[in-house]
T-cell receptor, first 114, second 113 residues
Framework: TQLLEQSPQFLSIQEGENLTVYCNSS?????LQWYRQEPGEGPVLLVT?????EVKKLKRLTFQFGDARKDSSLHITAAQPGDTGLYLC??????????????FGQGTILTVHP | DAGITQSPRHKVTETGTPVTLRCHQT?????MYWYRQDPGHGLRLIHY???????DKGEVSDGYSVSRSKTEDFLLTLESATSSQTSVYFC????????????FGPGTRLTVT
């Protein structure tokens, strides 16, 4: 069974601060996805990283996939209250018959105070 | 937004009763998934489907069964609900292109008393 350890579980910061969320595993994933979830709604895909060492930017959010494709990080610059939510990383199981099965981390609840 | 709906959105049921949750999509995507979300566990895969009548188990499939008789509908059944199945259930779909990006429904909150 593949596991993804996500940390920290909770982050409470002031507007304007920077933060990083980590996802780590001993398993290799074919790709890694990051989702954001608002209360009462389903997760919404933010980004997918596929290649080892890949870096993707989405406005103030920077996503990185580890060289060995076992870990990933999400960095937010100058956080805003609108960034508040649950952030989830999810690894795609490798293999042709995996059919996109995802292994999720436990999630990080981010609260950004004005 | 992907056309994916779940019904019911909320349900309270008693221990031992059967429950069926429905996921309906209008995107004609081949792959469909059922997850449950519990505090501290993220989302965990229950069952998934890779085509009509093609389904397989996920990591937490005990006590659950699924059926997919047509592309647009994926049903999750709890044959005899238990309190440990109190959770929020999410359906997701994917067309399998790229990296199997998944699009989630709004969820069903199930309480088993």
């Amino acid at each position: 069974t593949q596991l993804l350890e996500q940390s920290p579980q909770f982050l409470s910061i002031q507007e304007g601060e920077n933060l990083t969320v980590y996802c780590n595993s001993s398993s290799v994933f074919s790709s890694l996805q990051w989702y954001r979830q608002e209360p009462g709604e389903g997760p919404v895909l933010l980004v997918t990283v596929v290649t080892g060492g890949e870096v993707k930017k989405l406005k103030r959010l920077t996503f990185q996939f580890g060289d060995a494709r076992k870990d990933s990080s999400l960095h937010i610059t100058a956080a805003q209250p609108g960034d508040t939510g649950l952030y989830l990383c999810a690894g795609v199981t490798p293999g042709g018959t995996s059919y996109g099965k995802l292994t999720f981390g436990q999630g990080t609840i981010l609260t950004v105070h004005p | 937004d992907a056309g994916i709906t779940q019904s019911p959105r909320h349900k309270v049921t008693e221990t031992g009763t059967p429950v069926t949750l429905r996921c309906h999509q209008t995107e004609n995507h081949r792959y469909m998934y059922w997850y449950r979300q519990d505090p501290g566990h993220g989302l965990r895969l229950i069952h998934y489907s890779y085509g009509v009548k093609d389904t397989d188990k996920g990591e937490v499939s005990d006590g659950y069964s699924v059926s997919r008789s047509k592309t647009e509908d994926f049903l999750l059944t709890l044959e005899s609900a238990t309190s440990s199945q109190t959770s929020v259930y999410f359906c997701a779909i994917s067309d399998g292109s790229g990296s199997y990006e998944q699009y989630f429904g709004p969820g069903t909150r199930l309480t088993v008393t």
